[in-house]
């Protein structure tokens, strides 16, 4: 089986214990490759993706997943975010010149949210923790401390083509075997960035764990998917109002709009921005005197 661009969730029968591993090759790849990137911001934006599909895999919910890291230093965005489909995209942004490296407590006094929104019913979450210093992975398991009182380690792992992360989580219920989450961790810390990173999975998990009974999940895909599109992004500017797009073609001659994750551009002539209009109007509801 490929384990590339998937996740997979497994149990520990008979504990309270699940997990899930995450794999992202082609994926990261394709993030990466939409902006310059210097490695050492490069490396957290793979972490931040493999984050964002190991958390989306915890929950059940029709939409998106986003998680956020700002205010750090120097890097004063890490944005990941996850589709219960499976699609990801992301970016980052930092202070100044671009890090080559990044001290081991970069995150300094930032804040992690992390936001679940469900178009379909209308339904959004959204939790807030300040981080004081640390990685990623520390900033996640002091969210799920303070937010979701579960027990759950993190462990993160990338680089410029790869990116991997493992979850533990202890659900809640009565624990048969007492020592099964305190094991388990301990078991967990003893993977290296480079195994993570290097070896598939199925081989990590049996390393960990060959000695516990491992109920294994089917794979499941994850890839690169941004959402914009030309129609999203007309209903963006029609928001924004006619003399606001009128100025703007009378000093550019045409309205651009990049988006962020993907880089893709939209370009809007005068003649589209009047059909823009035109539309929206024919789409609004009539009323009856």
């Given amino acids: 089986m490929n384990e590339s661009d998937s996740r997979q969730r497994f149990l520990l029968e008979r504990t309270q214990v699940r997990g899930e591993l995450v794999s992202l090759d082609a994926t990261l790849r394709a993030v990466l490759e939409r902006h310059p990137y210097p490695p050492a911001v490069a490396g957290l934006l793979g972490e931040a993706l493999a984050a964002a599909a190991l958390l989306a895999s915890t929950i059940k919910f029709e ?21 219960s489909q499976g699609g990801l995209r992301g970016l980052a942004r930092w202070h100044g010149e671009a890090p080559t490296e990044l001290p081991p407590r970069w995150l300094g006094d930032a804040t992690l949210t992390l936001t679940i929104d469900q178009p379909r019913t209308g339904e959004r979450y959204q939790g807030i923790v300040a981080v004081a210093g640390g990685d990623l992975s520390a900033a996640l398991e002091s969210y799920f401390r303070q937010s979701e009182q579960l027990p759950t380690r993190v ?79 007309a209903e963006t500017l029609v928001s924004l109002g006619r003399e606001e797009l009128q100025s703007i073609l009378a000093d550019t001659g045409r309205v651009e709009v990049h988006c962020e994750f993907c880089n893709h551009g939209y370009h809007f002539d005068a003649v589209d921005v009047e059909a823009l209009f035109a539309g929206a109007q024919a789409a609004a509801p009539t009323t009856k005197q």
């Fill in 63 to 83: 939409g998106a997943l986003t998680l956020q890291v700002q205010g750090g230093a120097p890097v004063s965005l890490l944005l990941a975010q996850c589709t």
């Fill in 155 to 233: 462990w993160l792992a990338s680089n410029e083509t790869r990116a991997a992360g493992l979850l533990l989580q202890r659900l809640p219920g009565t624990e048969a075997d007492a020592d099964a989450w305190d094991r388990a961790a301990q078991l967990a810390e003893t993977l290296t960035r480079g195994e993570l990173l290097e070896l598939p999975g199925s081989e990590v998990r049996r390393r960990l764990f060959h000695e516990e009974d491992v109920r294994v999940f089917e794979p499941e895909p994850v890839s690169f998917r941004c959402g914009c599109s030309r129609e999203r992004v």
